[in-house]
């Protein structure tokens, strides 16, 4: 009953901005950590980043990247600025309702998963 639908993507030049954004829908939006990775072409799907009572981000995008959760709006973002080449990819935003997470974040640690939003940085 849980769906999660990412939006936002699109093309961008590098060093521009973009923000994603996760609607959450269903029975609730008590999760304890929801997180957004990301797949580039050829690559694994990798942690972008996680938020639960804290953030955490990956040393790639630390710094340029920052997720935020909107309990009104049931939404999770994640704000991108200056974006290189490198962050070409889809990105997926996904939730756990785990204890506990690694750090960083497993793929099999959570449960729902969005079906992706691409997001391609031109140079």
């Known amino acids: 009953q849980v769906q999660l639908v990412e939006s936002g993507g699109g093309l961008v030049q590098t060093g521009g901005s973009l923000r994603l954004s996760c609607q959450v829908s269903?029975?609730?939006?008590?999760?304890?950590?929801m997180a957004w990775f990301r797949q580039a072409p050829g690559k694994e799907r990798e942690s972008v980043g996680i938020?639960?009572?804290?953030?955490y981000y990956v040393a790639s995008v630390r710094g340029r990247f920052s997720i935020s959760r909107d309990n009104a709006k049931n939404t999770l973002s994640l704000q991108m600025t200056n974006l290189k080449s490198e962050d070409t990819a889809v990105y997926y935003c996904?939730?756990?309702?785990?204890?506990?997470?690694?750090?960083?974040?497993?793929?099999?640690?959570?449960?729902?998963w969005g079906q992706g939003t691409q997001v391609t940085v031109s140079s």
């Open positions: 996904a939730a756990g309702r785990r204890d506990y997470y690694s750090t960083p974040p497993a793929r099999e640690e959570f449960e729902y």
């Open positions: 269903g029975r609730t939006f008590s999760f304890n950590a």
């Open positions: 938020i639960s009572t804290d953030t």
